[in-house]
Structure formats: structure tokens, C-alpha cells
């Protein structure tokens, strides 16, 4: 039961609706990465390349480094200066990454 504000009781006609429009607002699609992130080219999915082969790796490592950048930048807060830190940061932990997959370790 969905109660409006004054505590009377929603009608189901209008509940149906709210309650699939709630939910539909947690599934939307978000682009990721953001498109202001610097790490061209990843994209949320499986890895559709062969587990151990070079694509697989460099596209594990361009996750990484996407999933890097997009967890330590603050867009709001943060300049011109810490952004560039904050890439090369993602950027290392992507080319570690790789190392990491080349030699068997993807976890």
C-alpha cells in the first residue's frame, strides 16, 4: 500500500505506474566510463576475448585503469593538475594490470 503525503491511500492505477517508473530509474543505462574520463575504449560487459590471449589483456588492463580513474577522481572538487596525477595513476595500475594478466593473474 503507497500512501501520499497526507496519508490518504494511492489507488493501485496510480501505484502500478510509480513503482515501475522507480524501478526502471535504477536499471537505466549510465555511460561508463564517464565521458570526460581520459581512458578511451572501456566499456562495462564480459571481456569477449579468449582468457590469456593479448586482447584479453589489454582488455582487462583498460577496465582496470578505467575503474581506477573513475574511483579516485572527484569531478566537483578536483582541478586541471590532479586530474592529469589522477590518469597517470589509472594508467600505471592499467599497464600493471596487464603484467599481472600476462602472467596468469587476472584476480
Do not use: H, K
Not at 572527484?74 to 592499467?94: K, L
Amino acid at each position: 500500500m503507497i500512501l501520499f503525503p497526507d496519508g490518504r491511500r494511492m489507488p493501485g492505477v496510480l501505484a502500478a505506474p510509480l513503482l515501475v517508473a522507480l524501478l526502471a530509474g535504477c536499471n537505466a543505462a549510465t555511460p561508463f566510463p564517464n565521458p570526460d574520463n581520459p581512458i578511451r575504449g572501456a566499456r562495462v560487459s564480459a571481456n569477449p576475448y579468449p582468457p590469456g590471449s593479448d586482447a584479453y589483456c589489454r582488455t582487462y588492463a583498460r577496465q582496470t585503469a578505467a575503474n581506477a580513474y573513475e574511483g579516485r577522481i572527484d569531478r566537483s572538487e578536483d582541478g586541471f593538475g590532479v586530474r592529469q596525477i589522477t590518469e597517470e595513476f589509472a594508467r600505471r595500475d592499467g599497464a600493471r594490470a596487464y603484467q599481472r594478466c600476462r602472467a596468469g593473474r587476472v584476480n
